[in-house]
């Protein structure tokens, strides 16, 4: 049985692109924030420039309910708005014409939300590291960038470009997204780190990191030229993290460009930052907190030995470079799009590095963490991500396409092209449907369907009588004619066409019986025996 979900009109406002909010495309933001570390409190602005793209009077941006918008500042004048729940409504003098560039900035303080789980439960991190120096981030996926900061907090519109200022007391350093211009000396105390992101970014991933760090720098030579690499770890852990990081940083880069394209950002750079929270994929900055380990803290999800082979955190989160920031869903319920295929890097990159073998393992072996409770796609329009199975059904799926496909250097083809296709795009389900069944030429509708939006796993059910093979599918969405590979001679399998309900029959080798009648074991499916 799948959950049942009730929304509110706060997750409306959230999740629904109204006029108020495709009104206006966004260009550029300017975030200047200052963390009073000791008191764990904010203040600061974003700036909002924009293009019109209608006529309007009254826009939404989205900032959390328990932080105070202290004015909103047009043209050297304060605008009226109001608040419902954690959106604001902010009315104009006068009618902003379409195609129009403006701008206004909000200004705001307050005590931001505290992550009770982070990542998954999102909100400021306020930490120490061994020695007891202050060590603060944010994660906020999916919990809301509004949580820390102004902004129009859905997927859909990405920024084109941002400045990052962050203000910490002297003493620590400060990370963020993008390339590094400059650092001011405050009059209290402070540093204002100053931090350009020049490639459009989604809301999520824009964060800070602050501590006592250790940095050191490197370059990889690419597909598009010299990419700078940054490193940043705690000091204290710096001579753990650089052979640790130096040698897989390079291995993702070089695997991931050859199944990806291009890594998507030269122009802000790659950096690893450790943070206080497991990982995630901030842009251009990405967070790392799997303490050195193989595997997933030290545990193999496969359950294989692979999965010990490489460091889940910097393969699974610099993989959603691509996958997430590169091409970033439209709406949290298509989130699949993001973990699906990142989750689905970790095997090619196993492949490249240990063969093909490797790969098959370990995917078949993540099988074991599909909870086929809910549906992989969330719910559109309220803020609702699917199910965790996006991540492990969801590469299980993207495996299975391959087997269909039947061209491994097609497939290949595919996940590039997506990467170029939609090369710094927001986009949907249909979208990324339509494209992979009209480059590989096999009709994955049904597929898609039955994967992505039911719970149910496909069952192949057989019986064999004098010679004859009788199959059909079932436990399926109507209409699922998904082909599947199957052995009919011994250690052979070959391609059949079951379809939903209905039996077909084929003659095979008297060798073949229903105790070693066996359906590929690539393709994420189950299979039964019928009378």
């Given amino acids: 049985m799948s959950k049942e979900h009730s929304f509110s009109r706060a997750d409306t406002l959230r999740g629904m692109l109204t006029s108020a909010r495709t009104c206006y495309d966004l260009n550029y933001y300017h975030l200047a924030v200052k963390i009073d570390i000791d008191n764990k409190s904010i203040s ?31 043209k050297d004048q304060e605008l009226p708005f ?7 409504f902010v009315t104009f003098p006068a009618v902003i014409k379409k195609g129009s560039k403006d701008k206004f ?22 930490s120490k590291d061994k020695a007891g120096n202050p060590w603060v981030s944010v994660a906020c996926q999916g919990f809301g960038a509004s949580s820390w900061w102004p902004n129009k907090d859905h997927q859909s519109d990405e920024v084109d470009s941002v400045l990052i200022s962050i203000s910490v007391p002297k003493g620590l350093q400060e990370i963020s997204n993008g390339r590094l211009r400059s650092i001011k000396d405050q009059p209290d105390g402070y540093k204002e780190y100053n931090w350009f992101v020049s490639n459009p970014i989604n809301n999520y991933t824009v964060t800070f990191y602050t501590g006592k760090y250790a940095h050191w720098t490197d370059n990889y030579k690419g597909e598009n030229g010299n990419l700078s690499l940054d490193f940043w770890s705690l000091k204290e852990d710096s001579l753990q993290a650089r052979p640790h990081w130096d040698t897989d940083v390079k291995r993702m880069l070089k695997n991931f460009e050859y199944w990806f394209g291009p890594y998507p950002f ?55 470079e691509w996958f997430g920031n590169n091409i970033t869903a439209k709406d949290i319920a298509d989130m699949w799009i993001h973990e699906a295929f990142t989750n689905y890097s970790e095997a090619l990159f196993l492949e490249s590095e240990y063969g093909k073998k490797a790969a098959t393992e370990y995917v078949i072996g993540i099988r074991k963490n599909i909870k086929n409770e809910s549906p992989v796609i969330g719910h559109y329009n309220v803020n609702n991500e699917g199910s965790g199975d996006m991540y492990y059904k969801g ?7 391959r ?53 149910t796993v496909p069952v192949l059910s057989y019986h064999i009588k004098g010679g004859k093979l009788s199959y059909r599918w079932t436990n399926t969405i109507p209409g699922f004619d998904m082909p599947v590979k199957v052995r009919l001679k011994p250690g052979i399998y070959s391609l059949i066409k079951p379809v939903t309900g209905t039996w077909k029959t084929i003659n095979i080798p008297s060798t073949i019986n229903e105790d070693n009648f066996k359906a590929d074991p690539n393709f994420y499916i189950e299979i039964k025996a019928e009378e």
Wanted: proline share 2%; glycine share 10%.
């Fill in 395 to 401: 590469a299980n799926m993207l495996h299975t396409i």
């Fill in 82 to 88: 109001k608040r419902e729940f954690n959106a604001v």
């Fill in 403 to 455: 087997q269909l496909i039947g061209n491994d250097e097609k497939f290949r083809s595919i996940l590039r092209g997506l990467n170029k296709t939609f090369y710094h795009q927001t986009v949907t389900t249909l979208q990324i449907e339509n494209y992979m069944a009209a480059q590989s030429g096999v009709k994955l509708d049904k597929i898609f369907d039955q994967y992505l939006r039911n719970i």
């Fill in 266 to 320: 030269y122009k802000d750079g790659y950096k690893l930052v450790q943070a206080p929270h497991l990982g995630m994929e901030h842009q251009s900055a990405v967070a790392y907190g799997n303490l050195f380990k193989m595997g997933y803290l030290g545990r193999d999800l496969s359950g294989t030995g692979w999965g010990l082979k490489f460091d889940f955190i910097v393969v699974h989160e610099s993989g959603h």
């Fill in 44 to 74: 600061g602005s974003n700036e909002f420039n924009f293009t019109a793209t209608a006529d309007f009077s009254l826009l939404q941006f989205d900032l959390f309910s328990n932080l105070k918008v202290e004015k909103i500042v047009y």
């Fill in 105 to 126: 900035k909000v200004y705001y303080s307050g005590d931001p939300v505290i992550a009770r789980n982070p990542p998954w439960d999102g909100g400021f991190i306020f």
